[in-house]
């Protein structure tokens, strides 16, 4: 059975009905999103592409949480999070969502660890806890010799593994990463790509990215590509 | 001048930055030229005194008199023109807080001060009037005495309520005379002195003496004290000017102190100056490594941030000297009698020019030597 | 608070020369600030470490200081009999009939003519000081033109050395110790033979009575008779409240001066730290919208940047207390304006004050701070990571 099947046989956890977004700028409406609707299944990987000014990121922001639609609904399992003030969707993106970032977004100023310890401050674990299970997902990601580092002393590639251990140390529903490739020579590009691929397939982690960079695509199981804040055709690379 | 634009505009960059920066450089330079014109105040009676004015006292302290017949022995000295003998009455208007210095002075007194200008029918009227007295502008102006007022003060040295009726007000002929003064008959003190406390009568606490001829000032000091040498009340003479330092300089410690506060608060802005201009070629580094790499010099970069921290300390300065004028002579309102002269110097405005300036460039130093010599590879690397 | 205490010191020490420079000018505040409420409690300790409590002092009514006052043979007589007065161990009343006057001496280096408060002390006058002790030398002998010296005047002042001989009231005086006054007022003083130096300044009356109650709590008693008694004048005071009204002056003087400055001072630290915060969160948007998209609050960044600006609040007031108590080592001396005499004292650091000095320096990094923090703190999200 093809992988757009297996998907649409499991329950999806994101439903997004309808959801505009437009900014203000000197008076004007800047329509960014225009009417949409998507379905994302538990444990699919799904990227997002298209064009730069496509409205891409910020589609991925409103699945987050980090801002919210002008229109429409956006349920994520189950919780409709437009609706959510501000207190709420803080607590909610600690517990449910996990971010990659294009430039890592790592503290400086913590080391490896504890900068994978620190979604684990806003929940009621004590330090031994958070210690191991930090640990425990630097161990996962091959940097198990890396946790007193400074992200400085690390490389991109590493840098950005890091923040991988960080995205997942909550056990999130949802991971998300904006670009996660776009700084990376092509061998450290690679070795996030496998990772994610782990990720999803071993882990069963919902993953949704974010790129314009074909080869990151070809590892996704489902790309949805957008145009002028419209969603157009779907595709599904080649099977692995 | 394209060189100037560019400074120019890098200042506005930041405009909050550049805007807080200023602020504490107008704060500072303002606190500096506010102490420093306190301690001038301090000394501003020295100031006003006349090279041809000496003061006699009792050789002991301030605090013996001199006997009523010293006057003619003095008069008769050679090189001397005038003789007034003065008593300070020190007593209280209202409150202690209400300082302001009160003599009992002989008839000849004003002529030897002719600094202290008077109308000539307010003079007559206080002549007249043994209970009269004369009054300072600026001891007027804070008070509210006008002709005609009784002034009720209390003694302290000659116990009592003494009361004295305003028959005139003088002005002083320069800016720096003091006109804080209240002036009343010694001869009204004396006669009152012989009913209750008859052994104080007949003293004198200082005699002003006008010499000729400047000149021999040293010479005729000397002459007048060896006048008195071996008697019960010798004497010390000197001239006006070393009189009056003579009690600022009893307080040197404080105002030395004070001095020195003054130049800590520029240290205190040179530190925050320091700060901005080191963030600021700091976050700027990539760009001077760019200009570098496209040919310009160190010494092009290095011009950019000096220029940079002097113009923000030229402005600084500017609006900080325009401000001391008015807030000064605010403050020498306020402290009323207690500064008879509150002006701020020339002096003070070159000091704080210099300070401003000295601020200027050594707070661009460090980052200015920092952006000269940056690798350009280094520079570069830092942009994102 | 959720953000960790890591992340802002590690900041505050990655910037270190931001941050020393910040510091720093606050600390120079902090050091005006402490130096002065020091040099005012000094001045305070010596004037009030002058008087004890169960002793009077009786002026003439409305003198302010002892040289402006005059009290004859008969009142003094009359105060001496008062039965509040306490008793010696001779057998003879507590109560020392002084002459005060003023004489100048020239100062040790710059040789200016100062104002040096001279005392004649009746038999009882050491006895009511039991703070003055002789280290040098010995006590006058009564009735002699000897006469014994503070010991901030032996120090500061030439010709006051034992052996010297001093020339006032038409007659040589001649210094035969030095006593220690325990950093009270007398230090700066020289004492003598009282009917000495009644003579030699040929004045027939008193300048005070200083006596000893019997108990502190008469005073109230002696009091009241003393000033209703139709044929006195007198002013009768708790000897430590005599002196703490003649620094008054100074004392407001200095604190005046002091906060003013303190204030102003202030204003230029506190926007020192002010750029200082304000850069630090422009550098650090990226992780602000980082940390809020992680699920951290606005209030949690709040209080981060707030923690960050009162730390440096904090090392600036250390290293300004530091300093400060440094001064304690000086002593200053300067014209009383209202006793019109030198009086040396010294800078004194009471726990009051530095707990006071602290609180400033943390309220400077609060001001500095709290606007950069709400900066921070009311980011978007999505314009912050941006920005990054």
């Known amino acids: 059975m093809s992988a757009a099947v297996d998907a649409a046989a499991r329950a999806p956890v994101v439903e997004i009905r309808h959801v505009a977004k437009h900014y203000v700028r000197g008076g004007q409406i800047v329509p960014v999103l225009t009417d949409i609707s998507l379905d994302i299944a538990a444990g699919e990987f799904m990227a997002l592409m298209g064009p730069s000014g496509s409205g891409k990121s910020t589609l991925l922001n409103l699945i987050a949480g980090i801002d919210k639609p002008t229109a429409g609904s956006l349920r994520v399992d189950g919780v409709e999070i437009a609706a959510l003030d501000e207190g709420e969707l803080a607590d909610w993106r600690a517990r449910n969502i996990g971010f990659i970032f294009q430039f890592y977004n790592l503290m400086p100023v913590l080391t490896a660890l504890e900068n994978v310890e620190l979604p684990l401050l806003l929940t009621r674990l004590g330090a031994q806890d958070r210690r191991e299970r930090a640990e425990a997902a630097l161990a996962m990601v091959g940097l198990a010799d890396r946790v007193d580092h400074y992200p400085s002393e690390l490389s991109g590639g590493q840098q950005q593994r890091v923040a991988i251990a960080r995205a997942i140390i909550t056990d999130p529903t949802l991971v998300v990463a904006d670009e996660p490739t776009g700084d990376l020579d092509r061998k450290s590009a690679d070795d996030v790509l496998a990772l994610l691929d782990r990720l999803n397939g071993e882990l069963g982690k919902t993953i949704i990215m974010v790129t314009h960079d074909a080869n990151s695509a070809a590892r996704a199981r489902r790309v949805v590509n957008l145009e002028k804040g419209e969603l157009r055709a779907e595709t599904v690379p080649a099977a692995a | 001048m394209e060189t100037l634009k560019l400074i120019f505009r890098n200042t506005l960059r930041h405009k909050l930055r550049t805007g807080l920066t200023l602020l504490g450089l107008v704060v500072a330079i303002l606190s500096f030229g506010l102490l420093q014109t306190v301690v001038d105040a301090w000394y501003a009676g020295a100031e006003g005194a006349a090279p041809n004015r000496l003061i006699t006292r009792n050789a002991i302290s301030l605090v013996f008199p001199l006997p009523v017949h010293y006057r003619d022995k003095i008069r008769g000295v050679e090189g001397v023109k005038a003789v007034a003998g003065a008593n300070w009455f020190g007593g209280v208007y209202q409150d202690v807080k209400n300082f302001f210095p009160q003599f009992a002075v002989e008839p000849g007194y004003f002529a030897i001060y002719p600094e202290y200008r008077i109308k000539n029918d307010e003079l007559r009227a206080f002549e007249r009037d043994r209970k009269g007295a004369i009054v300072g502008r600026k001891l007027a102006e804070t008070y509210g005495f006008k002709i005609g007022d009784t002034v009720p003060i209390r003694g302290q040295i000659y116990p009592g309520n003494w009361e004295f009726t305003v028959q005139g007000i003088y002005d002083g002929a320069e800016a720096k005379t003091d006109t804080s003064q209240f002036f009343f008959h010694w001869d009204y003190l004396n006669e009152t002195l012989k009913k209750r406390f008859p052994t104080r009568a007949s003293q004198f606490g200082v005699f002003v003496v006008q010499v000729a001829n400047a000149d021999d000032a040293a010479a005729v000091s000397v002459a007048i004290d060896k006048q008195f040498r071996n008697s019960t009340a010798e004497t010390l003479t000197e001239t006006e000017k070393a009189f009056q330092i003579g009690f600022v300089k009893q307080t040197e410690a404080l105002l030395i102190a004070i001095r020195i506060v003054s130049y800590v608060v520029i240290v205190i802005i040179l530190a925050v100056m320091a700060n901005t201009m080191a963030m600021t070629a700091r976050e700027r580094m990539g760009e001077y490594a760019t200009l570098k790499a496209l040919g310009f010099g160190p010494g092009f970069v290095s011009t950019l941030i000096y220029g940079e921290s002097l113009a923000i300390a030229l402005g600084g300065t500017v609006l900080g000297i325009a401000l001391t004028f008015p807030i000064a002579d605010w403050f020498g309102r306020k402290m009323g009698t207690l500064f008879p002269v509150f002006e701020v110097g020339n002096g003070t405005v070159m000091l704080q020019a210099a300070c401003a300036l000295a601020v200027g460039v050594i707070a661009a130093m460090l980052p200015a030597r920092r952006a000269a010599t940056v690798r350009i590879v280094d520079g570069l690397r830092a942009i994102g | ?388």
């Open chain 3, 1 to 388: 608070m959720a953000i960790p205490l890591r992340y802002t010191i590690r900041n505050l020490w990655t910037r270190k020369l931001t941050t020393l420079l910040t510091a720093g000018g606050m600390a120079l505040v902090v050091f005006v600030f402490a130096a002065v409420q020091m040099l005012d409690a000094g001045l305070q300790a010596t004037l009030v470490s002058t008087g004890q409590d169960d002793n009077i002092v009786v002026t003439r009514r409305s003198a302010g200081t002892e040289v402006q006052s005059s009290v004859d043979r008969v009142q003094a007589a009359i105060i001496e009999s008062q039965p509040e007065i306490a008793i010696g161990a001779d057998g003879q009343r507590l109560v020392s009939k002084e002459t005060v006057v003023l004489i100048t001496l020239p100062k040790r280096g710059s040789g200016v003519a100062t104002n040096i408060m001279t005392r004649g002390i009746g038999p009882g006058g050491l006895t009511l000081r039991p703070q003055v002790k002789l280290v040098e030398g010995r006590m006058f002998k009564p009735g002699s033109a000897e006469i014994v010296v503070g010991r901030s005047v032996a120090e500061r002042f030439d010709g006051a050395a034992i052996g010297d001989a001093m020339r006032f009231g038409g007659r040589d005086w001649y210094v035969v110790g030095v006593f220690d006054a325990g950093g009270s007022g007398f230090d700066s003083e020289l004492w003598g033979d009282a009917e000495q130096l009644l003579q030699a300044f040929r004045r027939q009356n008193w300048s005070a009575v200083i006596a000893r109650l019997t108990d502190a709590g008469q005073f109230a008693a002696i009091k009241a008779r003393l000033e209703a008694d139709p044929r006195l004048t007198l002013d009768v005071k708790r000897e430590q409240q005599f002196y703490a009204e003649q620094s008054e002056q100074l004392s407001n003087f200095i604190t005046i001066l002091g906060l003013t400055l303190s204030v102003i001072f202030s204003i230029g630290a506190t926007i020192g730290a002010m750029i200082t915060m304000y850069a630090a969160v422009a550098n650090r948007t990226g992780e602000i919208g980082t940390l809020r998209a992680l699920g951290f609050r606005r209030s949690n960044v709040l209080l981060a940047f707030l923690f960050e600006a009162a730390l440096l609040g904090m090392v600036g007031g250390v290293v300004g207390l530091a300093l400060a108590a440094l001064m304690q080592f000086v002593e200053i001396s300067t014209l009383n304006w209202q006793s019109f005499s030198e009086l040396a004292f010294r800078f004194t650091l009471t726990p009051a004050i530095a707990a006071k000095t602290i609180v400033f320096a943390l309220l400077m990094g609060f001001a500095g701070g709290f606007l950069p923090a709400l900066r921070a703190a009311r980011l978007k999200i999505v314009d912050a990571l941006r920005a990054a």
